[in-house]
């Protein structure tokens, strides 16, 4: 049983229609893998269809369970975003996390973009801020942002590609079912070269794209922070 948002039901009922039989089986198994069953479609179930103006397109989840809770880029091991030295060590330990609040704070004007250290945000004024992860979440979806991510399960690192594949069909008939309305992509990293390459319906939508968070100069790309900054993601 595929439990969503109702407003997201009958597209995502027939996107998950479209997976593999065989691979469907796997998922309703509900082993070996993570975010769980009832946890993969999250991102389903907290942001409906009509408040929906971007999906932001992950790769896969982390590749730790209690990482894995079925949002891209949102860490579940995570709590805290900042500490008394600037980022929290979970939030550092992150490399795309930790660039992405990098990046958000030289775009809301809290640094420069040159000076980025732990020293420097630990001296920010972060009273206005939010202060865990679930918050950014709900900021992310405040703004009509989905965060989806192509494969949306783990199992290990050589299946990457294999999840990534299998998802393919599910991707499709949702972007398929979503052509007309008013939504945007957000294609970080090679991801948006390997949508559009086998995704066609994906090239009917306006797309942001640029370099991935796990690069450095993703804090120091104009484009990004330009995109970035109305959304005002770190604001209680």
């Not at 000076?115 to 979440?137: G, N, P, W, Y």
């Not at 797309?207 to 690069?215: L, T």
Request: proline share 3%; charged share 30%; hydrophobic share 40%.
């Amino acid at each position: 049983m595929i439990e969503v948002d109702a407003s997201w039901q009958d597209i995502v009922l027939k996107a998950y229609k479209k997976l593999d039989p065989r691979y469907r089986e796997f998922l309703e198994k509900d082993e070996g893998y993570f975010p769980s069953f009832d946890r993969f479609l999250n991102a389903f179930k907290t942001l409906s269809l009509d408040k929906t103006r971007y999906i932001l397109f992950g790769q896969d989840p982390y590749p730790r369970e209690q990482s894995a809770i079925g949002y891209a880029f949102i860490d579940g091991k995570v709590d805290k975003i900042f500490s008394e030295n600037g980022l929290s060590k979970e939030v550092n330990r992150a490399t795309s996390l930790r660039n992405f609040i990098k990046m958000l704070l030289v775009a809301n004007g809290s640094l420069r973009e040159d000076e980025t250290s732990q020293e420097a945000i630990a001296k920010v004024d972060k009273s206005r801020f939010i202060t865990d992860i679930m918050q950014l979440k709900e900021n992310f979806e405040k703004n009509g942002v989905l965060l989806l991510n192509i494969s949306l399960i783990f199992t290990d690192k050589k299946s990457t590609t294999l999840h990534v594949k299998e998802f393919l069909p599910f991707i499709e008939e949702l972007l398929y079912n979503l052509r007309g309305k008013k939504i945007e992509l957000i294609m970080l990293g090679n991801i948006s070269k390997s949508i559009e390459k086998k995704i066609p319906s994906s090239q009917s939508f306006v797309s942001f794209k640029a370099v991935h968070p796990y690069n450095i100069s993703f804090i120091k790309e104009k484009s990004v922070r330009d995109f970035f900054a109305p959304m005002d993601l770190l604001l209680c």
